[in-house]
Each structure stands twice: as C-alpha cells, then as structure tokens.
C-alpha cells in the first residue's frame, strides 16, 4: 500500500458539472460533505492520471463513490465530471498508489465557471505539488527477500518429504534378512546371526518380520552378527530363534527435520541468521581471534580455522580435503569453546568422525556420546549416555556416607531433641531469671522509700542538725587560728615602734581578745556538734534497722538474690547444652556456631538447631528418594547426561538419533563429513545451535545420488542433489569458508593427482615418506587387465587383488580392499578368504567405493565397471583418498578410457599421464609374473 | 507449489448446495490482513527428568544453598551440577547467579505441580484483518490457509484476485486484548501466555472467495473451510464490499456465455440452458469428453468462470439418464 499525504496550500474550488448532477439525483452536498469531513482529517484518497496532451484528471475517493475531476482552462478550479459508484478497479488503482489529500478549509464548490468567477478566489492549483509528490510516490516495498524466505521454506519442507521418500525406498531395496540364531544379551538388547554379513548397517531402524511392531535400532555388529536394541516391549518371549529382519525407515528422523523447519519457520532458530545464510548468504561481518591459541600446535591453514571458528557469530563451513588434519583441528576448537563456557554439539552421519573427535578430547571435559555403541572405542564407551549415567548410578548408590550421617542423626533425634528441650528450658528459667532481677532492682528502692516515711523526718532534721553543729565548730576553730595570727602579726608590727605603733597595739589587743572570747566558746561549739552527730547516728541506726525488717523489702530481697543465682547457674548450663547440641548436629555439615550469653542470642541458635534438625531430616527423607529413583531410572537419567555435558557428541545424523536433538541448545554445532550430509539432515542442529561450523569435504559423494533426485521437481532436487555444505560453501563470503590445504596421508605421487583433478591444486602435500613397496616401484600402481579376455575378468581381477594383498600385507600395519560395487565385494571377498585363510579379517577390511571411510597404508581399489552402476568422479576421489602409503589400483585402464562417462574420461586420461610420469603402471601378467616369482623364492 | 486456496467451483458448488439460495457471481478477493509477528512468554508443560527435579527439591526441601553443596549432596559432578543449574535458570526455576541458590516462584509453581513449566519465548505471528482491526479465527491459521506476503496471485481463469484498498492502520492495543481475553485459544494463541508484544508488522492478503447470491446476499468463502465463513462475511458487512459488488454493473449471461462458447473450441459445440433458478449450463455430448483438446472429464459437473459469471458443465447422456 503506497501513500502519501499531501497538505493543500489553499481551499481548492470545485465546479459542478450537469452531469455529476445527473449521476448524484440533483444533491451533491452529502457527497462534498463527506469530501470536505475526509481532507479535512487528512484521509482523502486521490490519484491522478494523465489525460494527454498537458491535460490531467484527478479521482477522488469516498467510502462508496469516485468522483472524477479535471482542471479548468485557466487552472485555477476542478470541474467536477461526473461520480460513479467505487469498483474494484478503483480498488485496484488505490492500492497501487494515492495521495491522502488534507485541507483544513475544505473545497468550496460552485453551481459554475460563472459563479466561480464571480464569488470565488481564483487561484492556481497546486496542479504542480499533487505530480511531484505522485511521481515521487515510492514504488512498491519489495516483499522479494520474504517472499523468497517463505518459498525456500516451503521447498525444504518438500526436501523433507522427498528425502525420506527416499529414504523408504532405500529401505524397501534392502531384502528382509534372515537371522538363524538370535540371544539376549542384557536389557532390550539381542545379538543375531545373520546369513548374510553387511547389510544392516549401525543406527538403521529394524522391525521383526514375523511382528513388525517390534521396531529396533542397530547399535552396531561385525560380520554376519549384530546388535539390536529394541523399544521397550520386547521380551525374549516374543523374539524367535530364528526369523527375518526388515529394515523400516526412520520416521522419527523425517518428524525430526520438520520440527526444525517449522522452528525456522517460526523464527525460533537458535542461529538467528540462519534462514539469511541459506537463502540469501546473509552474513554477519566478523575478525577471527587472532591472539587465540590452540593447546597443541596447528598448521597455518588449521590455525586459520581454529580462529575464525571461535569467533565465526553465525555459520563457518571448513573445506578439509582429506588427511588435512580437520579432526585435529575439531579438537582444539571444541576444547576452546567449552573451556570457555560454550556448550558444543558435535555431529556426522558417521561414528568414526565423531570418536576421533571424541577420543582425542581433554579428559577434564564432561563429554557424552550418543549414537550405536558397539563400534565404539572402550574410551568412548565410557562416554556414551548410558555408560555415563551408569557410572553415575554407580558412584551415587556407592557413596552412602552422606545417608549414614544423616540417618546417624535420625537415630540421635530423641537425645537431640532432649537437649534441645533441656536448652530451652534453660534458656526461659535464664529469661525468668532476668526480669525477676530487674523487676527486683526496680521495686527495692521503692520498698525501701515506704519503709522509711515515718523516721525519715527525724532523720532529716538530725542530719541539718549535725550539719550545721559541724558548721559552728568549723566556723569557731577557724576565726581562732585567725584571731591568734592577726595578734602575732599586729603586736611584731607594734613592737617595731613606729608611728602607728599604738596603734598596732590596739589591734594586737583586740586580736587577743577575740581569741581569748573564741578559745572559750569552742568546747561547747565541739560538744554541741558531737551531740548533733551523736543524734544522727542514733537516728539513722534506728532507720536502718526499721528498713531491713520491712517484710516487703525483704521479700525483694531474696527475690533479687534467687534470680541471680539462677542466672549464674543458667548460663554454664545453657553453654554445655549448645556444646552436646554441637557435637550431634556438626557430622551432618555446617551448624550454627554458639553465640555469646545474651537470651536472643541463645534462641536463635535453639531456633537455628531445631530447624536444621528438621532440614537434616528432609534431607534424610530426600536422599533416599534420590537413592531409590536413581536406582530405577532409565532413559530420562541417560538424557539428562546428554543435556548438562559440556560436549555432547551425535553420530547417524539423518537417523533416528537426530530426534534426541529436540530440546537441547548449544551455543556451537560443529558438523563434521558435512559433505555427506544433506540439507533437511543439517537442519536439526543447525536450528539447535547459536553458531555452527560446518566441516566437510565438497568432493566426496553427495548424499544421495543423481538417479535418486532425478525424478524430484527441480526446485526440490537442487535442495536434495548436493550437501547441504556443498550448497553453503560457494555462497560464502572469504572469512566464511576456510580451506585446510595441507594433507599428511597420501604419498605425494598419489596427493599431486588427488590435487590436480579434485582440488584444483590447491593441495599441499607434507609426507614423512613411505618404505619401497616389495612389488611396486612407485606408491601409486595400476595394474591394467586389458591384457586378459572380458569372461572371467572379474574372478582374475579378484585373484589378482588376493595375490597381492597376501603378498604385500605383511609389509604394512594395515590394509584394505576396496571395490566398485556390492557385486564385486562378494567375489573379491570369497577369494581373499580362500587366499589368506578364513581367519583372516576380511569383512573388517573390504568395502565399496564412497562407503569405505577408514584410512589403511596399503589400498588394493579394483574399479572396473561391472554393469551396474558406472563409478562416479566423487567415489573414485574417495577411494583413492583412503591410503598412507600404497595404492594399487586394478582395472582394464582401456576400458576406463572409453567409458560414456565424459567427465570420468577425463579424469581416467589424467590419471594415465599421471601414472606414466610419476606412478608404476603395469600390465597383469608381468604383475602375476612377480607375484609368481616371489611365491617361488619364499618356497 | 501447493494452492493457497480450493478452486472457486467448490465455493460456487456449496452455495449452490444451500437453501433457497442462487448463486450469481463470483469475485475473488484478497481480503488485506496484519500479519504481526509477536513475542509472549509461555509456560511450556514438560515432564522432569531425574537430575533436574531432586536438585530443585534439594533447594528447597533440603534448604541446600551452595553449588558445591549441592553437588556433594547428590553426588554428583559439580561441572554436571552447574550445567543443571544454568539450564534450570534458562526456564526460569532457580534465580541467579548469586551465590545463594533459591527457587523462584515459578521453580516452586513446578515443583508443588510435579511439572516442569519452562519459561519459553515464543513468536508467533498474528492475524489481524485491517478494515476492523479484528484478530482472525483460530480456523484461520490452519496449516492449509495460506496468507500470502505479496497480493500476486490468479485465480483459475488466470486473472488476478481483486484487491481492497485501507488505510487502516495496526492498532497494537488488539494485543492487549489478546493477551488478556481468557479464550486466546479461540485466536490460536497458548492460554498461559504473557507480555504479548508486537516485534513487526507487515501486511498480508487472505484469498477469498465472495459469492453474490440472486437475493443481493454476499456470500463468503476461504481456505479456512468449506463451508460460509462466518467471520469474513461479518468483516464484509462492516466494510463497503458489498457496494464494491454492486457497482459491478450486471451483465446480460445470455450474451456473456455465447462470447465465451464462441472463443473456447472444446466447449464450441456445447448447448447453453438457463436453468428455472436462473442458473446457466453448458451441454455437451459424451464425445465432447475426453484428452485435450477436448474437455477434460474432470470439468464435467464444475463450473466454469467468465468475467465472475459461472456456468456447470454438463453431459447431455447424463441428463438424459
């Protein structure tokens, strides 16, 4: 909806034309009105259109009608043509884009021109205002980005139904397998005896042909064994000895890949940006932390990515072509964010990618692996969800100190209880004690002021009577020592002989008499004051005696005396109370410490004991609770691992373990083999995850292959035909895709090819060299079979691959033999067991193309095609990527030059140069010739 | 790509279907809509594990305050402790991260009810219709009712759906009434929903279908149902569409039909019947039935759509039958 509001400079006059009084019934005043009331709020919709030749109309529009108008010849009115009833045309030309015409005054109208002339202003209309801002009306928001998030989504949630379509139809290819033995070996877990070996393969779903609701998961197997861990229900009762296997597709996987698009949809993605990054390589702009450094040494490129993943905020996608080091620099990128924090999901559609990861981790990370668990490492064992929370239960159940302390204090509960008791009552005799001390102490001196009403006049008037005796003596003595000094003083004066001399002797004399007149009053001065005192005494005895009998005083008295006594009893007592109480309760953790000898102190550490008694009692009640659940519980316990490790490890993504996904958040998903992962399998931890690190290799096989995603409408198959990583990488910006370019496995007459034809050179090869081969003079051999008929090129092939095997094997630390199709492993693997003895670990150490993902030193790949399906470029690429020290293909290399296949062609021309310059390219018979040989001399 | 709305026939073949009623045209309309992304926090009800429920239970039965505590009580890894911890802050159980652990209201709430309600945001984006303001219809927000973000899109005589102009502004005070009217789940909103709040606001179109009746009537369809759709046609009587119809001035059928028959070879042959109702036909013979460029069997007994007109289309061999 584009609008605008245009402000009229000044009242637009309106003309009436006979025929908007035709189409309005001769009344156009309710419609102006309505004009007038929508400018004047400023909501009155207008468009303009051009009418040729300079010429232009305006529409404007009200809640059911458009009037149309046109400027008159002078420019200075509108003429109204005419009102015709709202359409959806008008509808139409509205939403493409109108003015919101606003004026305060209103348009006044005229009957006509005539009129108009004569009472209206004429002014120019703003003709000039209403295009420009016509004209500048912004075009229509581009809804493309939404538009385009919306149908990417809707397309994924078609991938998700194509790929599991798929997925069944994959299944339903794979026979029911028949079982002729099966034993229960603990739980809901069985082993079976397969009659075939390889089929089922680790995290497939499973149901019993004979009871299809009897559904399980494949943990793992070797040979023609495996395990099965079925869901609840399944009692040995219900499984036969012997019975089919039907592989059943995952629809709790498919459920998975939904819920995460639907949490895309909803914008509930823990990777805010990621819808941005799939549909529109909407990236955050970031710096790698350079000062990051990892705990072991990485090369430049492993650096590289260690750092940007650190740092990456939303999506980084790590191309590691193989031997690289990408599970080295997993390692340390893990380590890094988890030290910090972070917790990290780490997942692959394969179990090895994940337990190298795991295997090499830190031991002071809390890791948890979830996936099938046969496979696994004993290292990793231990950490599997299971094994975690058994270990768990173990220690939980063992450690039954915790219990004993508390049921110790359960048993001592009476003689707690007791002292407590015996504390209180301590405490509130101490409380007595207290106020009866200050009330005593209050009450004695008013006891003792009734006491002493009667006395207390007498007494009175004998201590004034004292006082003032003592005065007259102090007095008297005190006027005659003066009296005495004044007559010495004046008679010395005197007896100088001066002119006053008489003077002085008058004083002198009258000094002397004074003292004579003092000397005789003061023994009766002395004698009254000793009566005065001798009185007082007499009173005040009487008084005292008086008051100490008065019966009240002394019950106060003896009250007062009483509570101090108690209180100096009480508080030793109260302390040994606190110190038992201390005693029982210490052994069960902290208590409260014993407070200083104040009542409040004292109750609140009564109260503190008593309440922690009854928490040591709940906890009691609570740890036994938590013994007997943990004891019993199962699978939420298992979960629960899962949710709190710092590191949580998933292998079969695209099973039925990507449901377990659901609920958790990480704040890093790292995907590992990203390259075999397709779009609607990387959803779920994806969606689940803050930031991810996708780490994969663009040219290993896609996930599905061409002929599956040829009939899928275009859009769904363009999701589907390549890895998710393989659609992220090329959309990405520099810091958004790292490439590790150095490779440590493959010799370097092998990775120069690799490099060339996959990598488009950029690899790098450092090799610490490998021992002469006994058969081959270069690390890379072709022994062409163009030298043997067509009949019977496969068994002489599979002859050849078993010779060598057996011939080379001992030379290095391991091997393996990898063919082009199921067919070929059949023919091959029967002959090397018929070469090296039945004992040997064939299974183990043969595999297809694209499937064989371990490394081996020596690699014996025959490739020639066999009629099914033609080899592709990716799984050639795979194949040869496996060795560390010996390849040896076997193939009819002229056959391979002519295959249909052009870009296979190619790839087969190259590899025929590059074996004539750097490799040992050599027909079958001279290969037979020195194998023949050798058996010879060892005979 | 999957339709966004059932072909206009099954709309004209439901008003048929009704009493009294004759269907006379129809206008495909894209009835303009908010579509206003919210956030809310939830209680999402989910069961306790183990671990998580006996360490709110340690807090608060057993009064255990410290991780290192907690984790000695249990026996269990402290770094497993802490983990269970920060996932028991995220939904809102334990507060936090002071040293002092103590459950929050809502940890208790969960607890006391043996279930584990995780406080959860949760978007989702709300329909309002714009002419009213009026938020749309649980049944709207089916998983087969789609609200388009662009107003492109033809009906099945490849015209585009009519528009609707407003100006009609969001109003986010329809949140409030949302958030505190005690039937949400009526608007396909979770019942214990709180601080529902509009993150964005962008416009939407809903494909309708009107169907105007002999009567006047305006009828009204979408891919919320196959039946009227109640809420629609009380958004319709409030607004100016049916006057939008009625400048449609009325066209001669008779006329319309032969115009059309004349320019559509597969039908060329067809007889036009009006039937008593006033409803139109077109009748062809068996043989007229068949791979293109014939018609195609799946038209006979539908209704084809000119200029909003309709006519069935019928097999003389099963009239006569």
Request: a negative charge; aromatic letters at 6%; one cysteine or more.
């Amino acid at each position: 909806m584009t609008v605008r509001t245009v402000l009229l400079p000044h009242p637009v006059a309106l003309i009436y034309s006979a025929q908007i009084l035709a189409d309005l019934g001769n009344d156009a005043a309710p419609l102006l009105r309505e004009v007038d009331q929508l400018a004047a709020q400023g909501v009155l919709p207008a468009t303009l259109e051009a009418a040729g030749a300079g010429e232009w109309r305006m529409a404007l529009h009200t809640a059911r009608r458009v009037l149309w108008l046109h400027p008159t010849e002078d420019n200075d009115a509108l003429i109204l043509d005419r009102a015709a009833p709202r359409r959806f045309s008008d509808e139409q030309r509205l939403v493409d884009g109108a003015l919101l015409l606003r004026a305060a005054e209103g348009f006044p109208a005229f009957p006509d021109l005539a009129a108009f002339h004569q009472f209206g202003v004429r002014q120019p209309l703003p003709g000039e205002l209403l295009w420009r801002e016509w004209e500048s009306l912004p075009a229509r928001e581009p809804a493309d980005d939404l538009a385009a998030r919306a149908r990417y989504l809707d397309v994924l949630d078609l991938a998700v139904d194509a790929g599991h379509e798929i997925a069944v139809a994959r299944h339903r290819a794979v026979a029911p397998q028949k079982y002729v033995s099966r034993a229960h070996t603990g739980g809901e877990v069985y082993s079976f005896q397969l009659v075939r070996s390889g089929v089922l393969t680790a995290d497939s779903m499973v149901c019993l042909g004979e009871a299809p609701e009897l559904r399980g998961r494949v943990t793992g197997g070797y040979g023609r064994m495996v395990s099965i861990r079925f869901e609840p229900g399944a009692g040995p009762e219900r499984i036969p000895s012997q019975g089919t296997l039907v592989v059943v597709p995952s629809e709790r996987a498919r459920q998975a890949q939904l819920d995460a698009a639907a949490q895309l949809r909803r914008g509930e993605a823990h990777n805010p940006g990621l819808l941005g990054i799939l549909v529109q390589a909407n990236y955050a702009p970031y710096s790698p932390r350079a000062e990051a450094k990892p705990a072991q040494p990485l090369d430049s490129d492993q650096l590289g990515a260690f750092q940007h993943a650190l740092a990456v905020p939303d999506l980084l996608t790590v191309v590691g072509p193989p031997g690289t080091g990408k599970t080295t620099t997993i390692v340390e990128v893990i380590s890094a964010c988890a030290k910090e924090g972070q917790r990290v999901l780490l997942t692959s559609p394969t179990h090895r990618a994940v337990d190298g990861v795991l295997e090499n981790l830190p031991p002071e990370l809390d890791v948890v692996r979830v996936g099938a668990d046969d496979a696994m490492s004993s290292k990793v064992k231990a950490l599997t969800a299971r094994s975690r929370a058994e270990a768990a239960r173990r220690e939980i159940l063992a450690d039954t100190s915790a219990l004993d302390t508390l049921a110790e204090v359960q048993r001592t509960r009476p003689v707690l209880q007791w002292h407590l008791g015996h504390l209180h009552s301590q405490l509130q005799a101490v409380q007595a004690a207290q106020e009866e001390l200050a009330r005593t102490q209050a009450a004695i001196p008013e006891a003792l002021k009734r006491a002493e009403a009667s006395l207390r006049a007498q007494l009175v008037q004998a201590e004034r009577d004292s006082v003032r005796q003592e005065s007259i003596l102090a007095t008297t003595e005190a006027g005659l020592t003066q009296a005495y000094r004044s007559a010495v003083s004046f008679q010395e004066k005197a007896d100088r002989g001066s002119a006053l001399a008489f003077a002085y002797k008058w004083s002198a004399d009258h000094q002397r008499r004074r003292a004579e007149h003092l000397a005789h009053q003061l023994p009766t001065a002395k004698a009254a004051s000793a009566q005065a005192h001798a009185r007082r005494a007499k009173l005040r005895d009487e008084f005292d005696t008086l008051v100490t009998q008065d019966p009240l005083v002394v019950e106060l008295r003896s009250c007062h005396d009483r509570a101090q006594s108690a209180l100096d009893t009480g508080w030793p007592e109260i302390r040994r109370a606190g110190v038992t109480i201390l005693e029982m309760l210490s052994p069960a953790g902290s208590a409260p410490n014993p407070p200083p000898d104040t009542v409040a102190g004292w109750v609140g550490f009564h109260d503190a004991c008593a309440a922690r008694l009854s928490t040591l009692e709940r906890r009691a009640g609570l740890l036994r609770e938590w013994h007997m659940k943990i004891s019993e519980s199962g699978p939420e316990l298992e979960h629960e691992m899962a949710r709190y490790a710092d590191v949580l490890g998933v292998s079969g993504l695209g099973t039925d373990t990507s449901a377990l996904l659901s609920g958790f958040a990480f704040d890093l998903a790292i995907v590992d083999e990203a390259g075999q992962v397709s779009l609607p399998d990387l959803m779920p931890p994806l969606v689940r995850s803050r930031r991810a690190l996708l780490v994969g290799d663009h040219q290993q096989p896609p996930p599905l292959t061409a002929e599956e995603v040829r009939p899928l409408p275009s859009e769904v198959g363009k999701l589907l035909e390549r890895s998710g990583f393989e659609q992220i990488l090329p959309q990405a910006p520099p810091s958004n895709a790292i490439w590790l370019q150095t490779q440590r496995r493959m010799p370097p007459e092998i990775a120069e090819f690799v490099s060339a034809t996959f990598y488009a050179g950029r690899l790098r090869t450092e090799h610490r060299g490998s021992r002469r081969d006994p058969l081959f003079s270069s690390p890379f051999a072709l022994v062409n079979t163009a030298d043997r008929p067509p009949e019977g090129r496969a068994e002489t092939e599979a002859d050849l691959i078993a010779r060598i095997v057996a011939h080379s094997r001992s030379h290095y630390r391991d091997w393996a033999v990898i063919v082009a199709s199921p067919a070929c492993k059949d023919v091959v693997a029967a002959r090397l067991k018929e070469v090296l003895g039945t004992t040997a670990a064939v299974g183990d150490n043969i595999g297809c193309a694209g499937d064989f993902d371990d490394e081996r030193d020596l690699i014996v790949f025959g490739f020639t095609a066999d009629g099914g399906s033609p080899m592709r470029a990716r799984q050639f690429n795979a194949a040869l990527t496996r060795v560390r020290r010996q390849l040896v293909l076997i193939s009819d290399l002229e056959a391979l030059l002519a295959v249909e296949d052009k870009e296979f062609q190619a790839i087969m021309t190259s590899l025929h140069d590059h074996l004539t310059s750097r490799g040992d390219l050599r027909d079958s018979l001279q290969v037979e010739q020195a194998l023949g040989a050798a058996a010879g001399q060892q005979s | 790509m999957k339709r966004v709305i059932y072909p206009a026939t099954r709309a004209v073949e439901h008003a048929a279907s009704l009493p009294g009623v004759v269907p006379l045209r129809l206008f495909p309309v894209l009835l303009p809509v908010w579509q206003v992304d919210t956030s809310a926090e939830v209680y999402e009800q989910q069961h306790f594990e183990v671990i998580d429920q006996f360490v709110l239970r340690a807090i608060e039965e057993g009064a255990v305050r410290d991780h290192g505590e907690l984790a000695a009580f249990l026996h269990l890894p402290a770094g497993l402790v802490q983990r269970c911890l920060a996932f028991l802050r995220a939904i809102g159980h334990v507060t936090g991260p002071g040293p002092q652990l103590e459950l929050t209201d809502l940890g208790r709430k969960s607890l006391n009810a043996g279930i584990r309600y995780a406080a959860k945001t949760t978007r989702q984006t709300i329909l309002v219709e714009r002419h009213t303001g009026w938020p749309l219809p649980r049944t709207h927000y089916d998983a087969g009712v789609a609200v388009l973000d662009t107003p492109h899109l033809e009906d099945g005589d490849q015209k585009p759906f009519l528009r609707l102009f407003t100006l009609a502004g969001f109003e986010p005070k329809v949140l409030s009434w949302l958030e505190n009217n005690p039937d949400k789940a009526s608007f396909n909103l979770p019942g214990q929903l709180r601080h529902l709040r509009h993150d964005s606001v962008r416009e939407g179109f809903l494909p309708s279908y009107l169907v105007e009746t002999t009567d006047g009537e305006v009828l009204a369809y979408c891919a919320a149902g196959e039946q009227r759709d109640e809420f629609l046609e009380r958004v319709f009587a409030t607004t100016a569409v049916r006057q939008l119809i009625q400048a449609q001035e009325p066209r001669d059928q008779q006329e319309v039909w032969r115009g059309w028959l004349a320019q559509s070879p597969a039908y060329r042959s067809g007889r036009l019947e009006q039937l008593p109702g006033g409803q139109w036909r077109v009748v062809l013979d068996a043989s007229a039935f068949g791979d293109a460029p014939k018609v195609p069997r799946a038209r006979l007994g539908t209704y084809e759509f000119h200029e909003h007109y309709f006519l069935q289309v019928c097999c003389e061999e099963d009239l006569a039958d």
